[in-house]
């Protein structure tokens, strides 16, 4: 194997680990290993002038994230972060941002959307919040509803607590970064071809060549064609390339030039009703008997064959970094990136005016309106410059680890309206037999839509005060100057919209025209005791801040809405202390949490006058533990667990039982996986999934269930290498046929089910 050499740290065995057993089932989460780096080489530029070398050993996260501005090893961060490497999530046969984010307890997509108005791609919630807008690759925001496939990815980065002095505007509980495979010095080529239930067929393959001294090519593809277990006429369809160029990687100057693209043209899942799970009574008082009746066969598609949701996603980044010496070293990062959406969903309200009943004694005979087709034709594009200076300097016996620099960014927004034809609408669809093989509807683009332009720039510092050993100091600060910009146009009479007057029905109108600029001051301040070398104890407090049209780029003139300009931006603080371990050789990373995020500016109406105010107050606080990499050299884990309290502080309930808990957030949550290797080449493994009790939100449906169920899933893996350059592996999620709600909508008339017993088997070549 060739020498690999690295500037930030020295390369460990596999490090950190997570570790915890069930009824019998050992698990764990995001583990680490030096060797990623090494074997790898995406990294290998941000290394001390160490050089390693060694055998490929499985690895499940990593030893630091990728981003210049954490300075230290993830043993030395005084923040949660989980790292999941693309060792794991392959293992797991996962193929998207949301599978691989099920590695992480409480993360996911609990929500379905607003009455008609479905949620798409990675509507990811965490902490109870949603940090969909907050999702980056390499550092850079990538806006847009869509799904994002993990083809390309070496890993992902899950940064919990208030992530705005990393990253400017983001959700007021975290962050997703997404790290990118680079080409690296050593001739390797990969390809996985994978078939599984509901005619699941994919490939995917990694290709990296050596060209001469110091510079690779590296080329990644995807295609797949795949139907969802469980799911009737619901397809995932995608194919992708990715190609990658480096050069100077054996010198102090190192230039990386990638490029993406991939297409989607799925068929989205507009969920199924919610008639017969447990809480569901009727939203007719007049008619009990749909209180009674029985629940829908889970894989019923109440959508049409016309039902599209066609992405297409492009860019393209140019890195450099340039060494100085080993103590000082420079990263700029140039991109280009836009994605393109076109979706059109059927979706349905089971409200009493919706749910036809010819005869009540039989269901079969019963109907509901497809009356909701939802559009989405929007393309978000952002273009960014980031520089970043990175110094290790000794003064007075201190050693600063600095880390400051410069991003100056531009987004855009661009929407097109839709909207049905000459009053055509979808047939109403037998609730318990549905017919997507229909006509009717006709829509096209109405001339409305909006237009909207984000401009930041932003300054930050970052410093780690090594006192000795023992003690260390790090804060952060940044300053972000925006302006927004925001147009729209409306069809009159809608909702939110000027009324039509004198015009007639359907015609275009100016919506809103509004701008905000102002500048955030987001910072975070830490300390860390190590009582011994393997462990260390800290203690964190941090702000972050969303300002109006910060998550969308979209203002609004709605008095209620928090992109309306006139609102102060929302802010969150996070106290959290916790303390972390590397066990087993430096090859397993044990951490524990206690954290408090209050999130104020929320708006309030006044009881008496009815003004809307900037008084309300959320809160979350709770316990997150969590265990990644190693217990042996065979026995690889991952696993997290966690309680969260959630709490509306000031304001009105948000949840469907009146509670003041927070909406699609599990009061628990514990994932885990674990794998054992045996010498003849079989490795054997699983894991377990728990998602507690969830609300969901507020409005003025009738008869919905308030609250999902808690639920258990079991997963299992076997693969057998025949050679070093062939494993077979199979996949079976959901074992035990677990019957569960994955998600719910606000009004509670809509759910995902949770996917069924499924199988993948996978041929992993390497050549």
């Known amino acids: 194997m060739a020498y690999i050499k690295s500037r930030k740290h020295a390369l460990a065995a596999p490090t950190l680990g997570a570790a915890t057993l069930l009824t019998g089932l050992a698990i764990a989460a995001p583990g680490v290993a030096a060797e990623a780096d090494a074997a790898d080489g995406s990294r290998a530029a941000r290394l001390d002038q160490v050089e390693v070398r060694g055998e490929r050993v499985k690895l499940y996260g990593a030893e630091e994230v990728d981003s210049p501005k954490f300075s230290q090893p993830l043993l030395d961060t005084t923040q949660t972060i989980s790292v999941i490497g693309k060792d794991l999530f392959n293992e797991q046969g996962a193929t998207t941002l949301t599978e691989a984010l099920r590695n992480s307890p409480g993360v996911g997509t609990f929500y379905v959307g607003e009455n008609g108005n479905t ?67 050593r001739d390797a080529s990969q390809a996985l071809l994978s078939v599984g239930t509901d005619d699941e067929r994919r490939v995917a393959a990694d290709f990296n060549k050596t060209l001469n001294a110091g510079a690779a090519f590296r080329l990644n593809l995807v295609a797949q064609d795949s139907g969802v277990p469980g799911r009737d006429e619901v397809e995932n369809a995608r194919w992708g390339v990715a190609p990658s160029l480096a050069f100077g990687l054996d010198g102090a100057t190192q230039v990386y030039l990638n490029l993406l693209h991939v297409d989607q043209d799925n068929v989205p899942d507009g969920g199924v009703p919610t008639i017969g799970l447990p809480g569901y009574s009727t939203p007719d008082p007049l008619r009990p008997e749909i209180g009674t009746a029985p629940r829908v066969d889970e894989e019923n598609f109440y959508g049409t064959t016309a039902d599209h949701d066609d992405v297409t996603a492009d860019m393209a980044t140019v890195r450099v970094e340039h060494a100085f010496s080993d103590d000082a070293w420079l990263r700029n990062t140039t991109r280009w990136g836009r994605n393109e959406q076109d979706y059109m969903l059927t979706a349905f309200m089971g409200g009493a005016g919706n749910l036809v009943t010819p005869d009540l004694a039989d ?88 237009e909207g332009e984000t401009r930041t720039a932003a300054l930050y510092l970052f410093d780690t005060l090594t006192f000795s050993e023992r003690w260390e100091v790090n804060g952060g600060v940044r300053v972000d100057r925006y302006e927004t910009e925001y147009a729209s146009s409306v069809v009159c009479g809608g909702r939110g919209a000027p009324p039509c007057g004198d015009l007639p029905a359907g015609s275009i109108v100016p919506g809103v025209d509004a701008e905000d600029d102002d500048t955030l001051f987001n910072w975070k301040l830490g300390a860390l005791y190590k009582p011994a070398a393997n462990g260390s104890i800290y203690a964190n407090y941090a702000i972050s801040q969303q300002p109006p049209g910060g998550s969308s780029l979209e203002l609004s003139s709605s008095a209620n809405n928090l992109n309306n300009p006139v609102f ?54 709770g316990v997150e533990l969590g265990a990644v990499g190693r217990i042996t050299e065979a026995w690889s884990v991952s696993a997290g667990f966690t309680v969260m309290d ?105 759910y995902t089910p949770g996917q069924p017993r499924s199988a993948l088997l996978t041929a992993n070549i390497h050549f």
Not at 427 to 440: C, E, F, H, I, M
Not at 584 to 597: E, K, M, P
Not at 598 to 619: A, C, F, H, S
Request: without cysteine.
């Open 568 to 621: 102060d931006p929302q802010k969150a603080k996070t106290a959290e202390i916790g303390t972390k371990w590397n066990l087993s050789g430096d090859d397993l990373l044990l951490t524990a949490a206690l954290y408090d995020t209050r999130v104020t500016n929320e708006i309030v109406q006044d009881p008496i006058d009815l003004t809307y105010y900037q008084n309300g107050e959320k809160r979350v606080r």
């Open 646 to 750: 959630t709490e509306v502080v000031e304001g009105a309930d948000v949840t469907a039982d009146g509670s003041s808990d927070l909406t699609y957030t599990p009061d628990r949550a514990f994932t885990a996986w674990t794998t054992y290797a045996f010498a003849n080449g079989f490795t054997i493994g699983g894991g377990a999934r728990y998602s507690g009790e969830m609300k969901r939100g507020s409005d003025g449906a009738v008869g919905t269930p308030a609250y999902t169920e808690d639920y258990w899933v079991f997963d299992a893996v076997a693969s057998y290498a025949f050679n070093p350059n062939l494993e077979l592996r199979l996949n079976v999620d959901n074992l035990f046929d677990e019957d569960y709600v994955a998600a719910i909508n606000k009004s509670g008339y809509r």
């Open 363 to 450: 269901p079969s005979t019963w109907t509901i309106t497809r009356n909701l087709p939802t559009y989405k034709d929007q393309t978000n594009t952002i273009l960014t410059n980031q520089t970043n200076l990175s110094v290790h300097v000794d003064a007075g016996g201190i050693r600063h680890d600095i880390s400051t620099g410069l991003e100056l960014t531009r987004e855009e927004l661009e929407t097109h309206g839709q909207s049905a034809l000459n009053g055509s609408a979808w047939p109403d669809a037998n609730l318990y037999d549905p017919d997507p093989d229909v006509t009717g509807l006709e829509w096209s683009r109405n001339g409305a839509g909006s």
């Open 119 to 185: 949620t798409t791609g990675d509507a990811i919630y965490m902490r109870g919040f949603d940090s969909s807008s907050s999702i980056y690759v390499d550092g850079v925001r990538d806006a847009g509803s869509i799904s994002r496939d993990v083809f390309n990815l070496e890993q992902v980065e899950v940064a919990k607590g208030p992530a705005g002095t990393d990253y400017g505007r983001t959700a007021p509980t975290g962050a997703i970064n997404l790290v990118t495979k680079q080409p690296f010095l």
